[in-house]
């Protein structure tokens, strides 16, 4: 079931402990967009199929990762992205928007997900698997 985009964005500013909706929905935007290049087939169309849609489409957009980014990797292009942001800035954006994302897609969407992530991602989702 689709979340709704206030309620999605709502929830994603209260993590962050953003000012403002724009900023929560500025790190969700960057942060969908780098996920979604690191995800294919049923596991992205459902993740996209349970978010907003106007964020559903930034996750399904056909920018593909050449190669996958450790979860370091991954903050550092977030970072990159976001005009002034640090690495700790960054973690916070996507830890904000990735553990949303994890409330959104339910346990077994989160495993599949995951699947298709290298390791410590699981971190990033704010769901530390067990070894």
């Known amino acids: ?5 206030d309620a999605f964005i709502a929830t994603i500013q209260e993590r962050g402990e953003y000012p403002t909706p724009q900023e929560a929905e500025r790190a969700s935007r960057v942060v969908l ?13 459902e993740l996209a199929d349970r978010l907003p849609e106007s964020l ?12 996958p980014l450790s979860p370091e990797r991954f903050i550092r292009a977030t970072a990159a992205w976001v005009e002034g942001a640090t690495e700790k800035t960054a ?23 995951l699947l298709q992530l290298p390791p410590g991602y699981d971190l990033l989702f704010g769901r530390p698997q067990s070894s």
């Open 56 to 67: 559903a489409l930034i996750l399904l957009s056909p920018l593909q990762a050449h190669e």
């Open 91 to 113: 973690t916070w954006d996507v830890s904000a928007v990735l553990s949303v994302v994890a409330d959104v897609a339910g346990e077994d969407l989160l495993n599949r997900t």
């Open 33 to 45: 967009a780098l996920l979604g290049a690191h995800l294919v087939g049923e596991v992205r169309a």
């Open 1 to 5: 079931m689709r979340i709704r985009w």
